[in-house]
């Protein structure tokens, strides 16, 4: 759609770094949270996690 319309995605905007941030920031949070850390199976290692969620996105 975005190549139809001639407009720029986010992506092509931010680039996979500001997505990585993000990710990394959303993490950090993650891992200091009693709460919703628990919530992941690999506990406080969530290299896998990030980088999962920082490709799909």
Same mark, same amino acid.
């Given at each position: 759609?975005?190549? !139809?319309? *001639? ?7 931010? *680039?996979?770094?500001?997505? &990585?941030? =993000? &990710?990394?920031? #959303? ?6 949270? !009693? &709460?919703? =850390? ?8 969530? &290299? *896998?996690?990030?980088?999962? =969620?920082?490709? #799909?996105?």
């Amino acid at each position: 759609m975005s190549e !139809q319309s *001639g407009e720029k995605s986010v992506y092509d905007i931010c *680039g996979a770094d500001f997505f &990585v941030a =993000l &990710v990394d920031a #959303f993490y950090d949070g993650i891992e200091t949270d !009693q &709460v919703l =850390l628990p919530m992941y199976p690999e506990g406080s290692d969530t &290299v *896998g996690a990030r980088h999962r =969620l920082a490709t #799909f996105l």
